[in-house]
């Protein structure tokens, strides 16, 4: 039962969290288009899942893309916030073809992350490979953590 329990809070968060990010999508971009909300929310039809992972040396951003060609991926670093947009076009019907359920989002896409002040946004690189985009941000020296031997007298 405690495994159950702890499913079903894991998942909440999840839900949670990513209603925050639409959320904040929606306001970001109608404070940067200066629009109205319903105007947000037809700027993007569709978010790609992300992982966030910080190592000793960067953060990383992994954005799934599946379906997407690279020429159609955007990336900007505007005000200390990195943006990845782009669009995936939905496949044309073939003659004698008939969708009978079609689950996958088309349209354009975007997602936004603030660019933490221990890294520097304007060094960011990317690659896409696989249907994933990795985006790297290099930490500056500062924030990278240093061993310091002690000696023992």
């Known amino acids: 039962m405690d495994l159950m329990r702890a499913l079903a809070d894991r998942n909440t968060l999840r839900e949670l969290e990513n209603m925050s990010?639409?959320?904040n999508r929606i306001f970001t971009r109608q404070t940067m288009s200066g629009g109205r909300g319903d105007q947000a929310l037809a700027s993007a039809d569709w978010a790609p899942?992300?992982?966030?992972?910080e190592t000793d040396s960067d953060f990383q951003i992994l954005a799934e893309l599946p379906g997407?060609?690279?020429k159609d991926v955007k990336l900007s670093v505007e005000d200390n916030v990195l943006t990845i947009s782009g669009r995936r076009d939905q496949?044309?019907?073939e003659r004698g073809k008939r969708v009978h359920r079609a689950e996958r989002p088309y349209g354009s896409f975007a997602r936004s992350f603030t660019v933490p002040d221990s890294a520097d946004?304007?060094?960011a690189?990317?690659?896409?490979k696989n249907g994933i985009l990795?985006?790297?941000?290099?930490?500056s020296e500062k924030a990278r953590p240093k061993s310091?031997?002690?000696e023992v007298k």
């Open 68 to 70: 997407v060609e690279k």
């Open 125 to 128: 690189t990317a690659e896409f």
């Open 148 to 150: 310091i031997d002690v």
């Open 21 to 23: 990010d639409q959320l």
């Open 121 to 123: 946004g304007q060094k």
């Open 49 to 53: 899942l992300v992982d966030v992972i």
């Open 134 to 139: 990795k985006v790297r941000l290099p930490k």
């Open 91 to 93: 496949e044309s019907e």
